[in-house]
C-alpha cells in the first residue's frame, strides 16, 4: 500500500536512520540524527545496518531529501550474505525526486564495515539508483580518520561519493566532500573503492557534473580480480551526458591503490567509456 506523507524529520538518538519504502513523500525529509560512541551491528543473511542515515526506495519524493547526520567514534558493521553497512549517506533507488537531495554528514574517527558477499558499505556518500533526479545532488559530507571497509565478493565501499547508476539527472551533480586521514579499501573480486568521486553508469544526465572533493593523506585500495579504486575522479560509462564535466578534485599525500587482475587506478581523472 503507497503512504502519502509530509514529514519533517529532526533525530537526536543512536543509530537513528530514516527509511521509506514504497512511499510518496512530499516536502523536506530531513535527518538530524547524532552518533556518537555507538555500535550498529547486522549479522546473518540479507540484513542492512543503517546508522545516521537516509533509505528512500521505490518512492516519488517532492521537495528536499537532506541529511547532516554527525557520527563519531561509531561502528557499523554488516556481516553475512548480500548485507548492506550505511553510514551518514543517502540512498535512493527506484524513485523520481524533484528538488535537492543534499547530504552534509561528518563522519570522524568511524569504522563501516560490510563483510560477506553482495555487500555494500557506504560512508558520506550519495547513492541514487533506478531513479529520475530535477534539481541538484549535492554531498557535502566529511570524512577524517574513518574506516570504510568491503570484504568479499562483488562488494562496494564508498566514501565521500556520488553513484548515479542507470539513473535520469536534470540539473547539477556536485560532490564535495573532503576526505582526510581516512582509508577506503575494497578486497575481493570485482570490488570498488571510491572516495571523493563521482560515478554515472548507464544513465542519462543534462546539466553540469562537477567534482570538487579534497582528499587528503588518505588511502584508497582495490585489492583482487577486476576492482576499480577512484579517488577524486569522475568516471562516466554507457551515459549521455549533455552539459558540462568538471573535475577539481584536490588530492594531496594519498594513495589510490589497484592490484589484481584488470584492476584499475584512478586518481583526479575524468574518465569517459
Do not use: F, H
Amino acid at each position: 500500500m503507497k503512504k502519502s506523507v509530509i514529514m519533517l524529520a529532526g533525530m537526536l538518538s543512536l543509530g537513528s536512520a530514516l527509511a521509506y519504502a514504497e512511499s510518496n513523500v512530499k516536502g523536506t525529509v530531513l535527518n538530524q540524527s547524532v552518533n556518537t560512541g555507538s555500535a550498529n551491528v547486522a549479522i546473518g543473511q540479507d540484513n542492512k545496518a543503517n546508522m545516521g542515515s537516509l533509505g528512500i526506495e521505490n518512492s516519488t519524493v517532492k521537495g528536499t531529501v537532506l541529511n547532516q547526520s554527525v557520527n563519531a567514534g561509531s561502528a557499523n558493521v554488516a556481516i553475512g550474505q548480500g548485507n548492506k553497512a550505511n553510514m551518514g549517506s543517502v540512498g535512493i533507488s527506484g524513485s523520481n525526486v524533484k528538488g535537492t537531495v543534499l547530504n552534509q554528514s561528518v563522519n570522524s574517527g568511524s569504522a563501516n564495515v560490510a563483510i560477506g558477499q553482495g555487500n555494500k558499505a557506504s560512508m558520506g556518500s550519495v547513492d541514487i539508483n533506478q531513479s529520475t533526479v530535477k534539481g541538484t545532488v549535492l554531498n557535502r559530507s566529511i570524512n577524517s580518520g574513518s574506516a570504510n571497509v568491503a570484504i568479499g565478493q562483488n562488494n562496494q565501499a564508498n566514501m565521500g561519493s556520488v553513484g548515479i547508476d542507470k539513473s535520469n539527472v536534470k540539473g547539477t551533480v556536485l560532490n564535495q566532500s573532503v576526505n582526510s586521514g581516512s582509508a577506503n579499501v575494497a578486497i575481493g573480486q570485482g570490488n570498488k573503492a571510491n572516495m571523493g568521486s563521482v560515478g554515472i553508469s548507464g544513465s542519462n544526465v543534462k546539466g553540469t557534473v562537477l567534482n570538487q572533493s579534497v582528499n587528503s593523506g588518505s588511502a584508497n585500495v582495490a585489492i583482487g580480480q577486476n576492482n576499480n579504486a577512484n579517488m577524486g575522479s569522475v568516471g562516466i560509462e554507457n551515459s549521455t551526458v549533455k552539459g558540462t564535466v568538471l573535475n577539481q578534485s584536490v588530492n594531496s599525500g594519498s594513495a589510490n591503490v589497484a592490484i589484481g587482475s584488470g584492476n584499475d587506478a584512478n586518481m583526479g581523472s575524468v574518465g569517459i567509456k
